[in-house]
């Protein structure tokens, strides 16, 4: 079962504030979802072969890339051969 302090610890972490009324709804919340899955582990899995792999994806197709030039010619800002972006911190 979750409880109010584990909600509140989760919170924290995610740098929520939550009021008094929300720490309960989603303990609520949080626990009756866990309660699922507690029915999904009665579900049998279902079986399969595993002996060989199989490949679902087509086969790569090696082509030549685009010449930097070109492509940095596309970009409002480069700096030694690289994308320049602006900062984020």
């Known amino acids: 079962m979750v409880t109010e302090k ?15 009324e929300e720490e309960a709804l989603f303990a609520h919340q949080f ?3 866990l ?3 507690d029915v999904l582990d009665t579900v049998s899995g279902v079986e399969y072969d595993n002996t060989g792999e199989v490949n679902i994806l087509r086969e790569d ?6 010449p930097r ?6 970009v409002p800002s480069s700096e030694d051969g ?4 602006p900062r984020v911190m």
Do not use: G, M
Not at 6 to 20: G, K
Not at 61 to 66: A, I, R, W
């Open 69 to 74: 030039e070109l492509v940095l010619s596309n």
């Open 61 to 66: 197709d090696v082509q030549e890339s685009l």
């Open 35 to 37: 309660r699922y899955f």
């Open 6 to 20: 584990d909600v509140i610890s989760v919170a924290s972490l995610a740098d929520i504030t939550l009021t008094r």
């Open 31 to 33: 626990t009756t979802i």
């Open 82 to 85: 690289y994308f320049k972006a």
